[in-house]
């Protein structure tokens, strides 16, 4: 969002509210395809936010349509997904090299 909004990284605080409300507003398998605020409040789901506020530019920024926020938070849960699975495989190369160590075996290549 920051990309397609071309702000700056210092703004994000900015944007966490509208991230927050997406995220409580969208529907998940998880829930049953219901939303965080469905099932929280036993209430239907509100229309979602329609603009923000960037106090630096001084101006109201309108909300992309909910379809390209669902692509955003796509884009957000598999990147989050691949940074984790790096970890975890450096994590397991790691122990596996200790292990070989541990061993005695060589472990130059």
Not at 8 to 13: C, F
Not at 28 to 45: I, M
Request: neutral net charge; aromatic residues 6%; charged residues 30%.
């Amino acid at each position: 969002m920051i990309l397609e909004y071309k702000i700056n990284h210092t703004d994000w605080p900015y944007l966490m509210p509208m991230v927050q409300a997406s995220l409580n507003h969208t529907a998940v398998p998880s829930l049953g395809n219901k939303a965080p605020v469905e099932l929280f409040t036993g209430l239907p789901c509100p229309t979602p936010l329609r603009e923000f506020y960037l106090p630096d530019a001084g101006e109201l920024k309108e909300v992309p349509e909910i379809d390209k926020i669902d692509e955003f938070l796509a884009d957000l849960r598999a990147s989050i997904q691949e940074m984790h699975r790096a970890v975890k495989d450096r994590r397991l190369k790691q122990r596996l090299l200790n292990k070989k160590r541990e061993r005695g075996e060589n472990t130059n290549h």
